[in-house]
């Protein structure tokens, strides 16, 4: 998503979250759009956590394995990891598959990741609108885990 003047990725977020994720239909697309935004949270950690300004990373090209690596560097949240990982696999079965029904058992991993984090059970419900607003729920419990790694 590119950015516009005067925003950082937690407004961006915010935005995002509160506009958009409410009105998408289609879970795919939902998978989608969540991944572009933790990839956009993903550069504002890395950029804080170097020291440098939140857009420092906005327009690098790097795969959102690599921010992951990068951005989660020395810090002890596997869960978080693992969740992020399980979202990018989600990602790349949506994206570069005609059908595949892998993506159903990597949003799972995804949501039990979450849970890990927080200390209590996530699942990936059968029914797509249930689905959609796990997603929300998880994708904003990621978002905000990692802007709090970013403001440490």
């Given amino acids: 998503m590119p950015?516009?003047?005067g925003e950082n990725a937690i407004t961006r977020w915010a935005t995002f979250s509160a506009?958009?994720?409410?009105?998408?239909?289609?879970?795919?697309v939902a998978i989608l759009k969540?991944?572009?935004v933790i990839e956009d949270v993903l550069r504002f950690v890395l950029a804080k956590r170097m020291g440098l300004s939140d857009d420092a990373f906005v327009h690098l090209r790097i795969t959102?394995?690599?921010?992951?690596?990068?951005?989660?560097?020395?810090?002890?949240?596997p869960h978080l990891v693992g969740a992020l990982r399980a979202l990018n696999d989600a990602r790349n079965h949506v994206s570069h598959?005609?059908?595949?029904?892998?993506?159903?058992?990597k949003m799972t991993t995804f949501m039990q990741e979450v849970g890990r984090q927080l200390g209590?059970?996530?699942?990936?419900?059968e029914d797509q609108s249930e689905r959609l607003r796990?997603?929300?729920?998880?994708s904003g419990e990621t978002a905000v885990e990692l802007i709090q790694i970013a403001l440490r």
């Fill in 3 to 5: 950015p516009k003047r």
């Fill in 19 to 28: 506009e958009n994720v409410a009105t998408i239909g289609a879970v795919e």
């Fill in 34 to 36: 969540t991944h572009l």
């Fill in 64 to 77: 959102f394995a690599t921010l992951i690596e990068l951005s989660t560097a020395e810090i002890d949240k």
């Fill in 97 to 105: 598959r005609v059908e595949s029904g892998e993506v159903s058992n």
């Fill in 120 to 125: 209590r059970p996530m699942s990936w419900p």
């Fill in 134 to 138: 796990a997603l929300h729920e998880a």
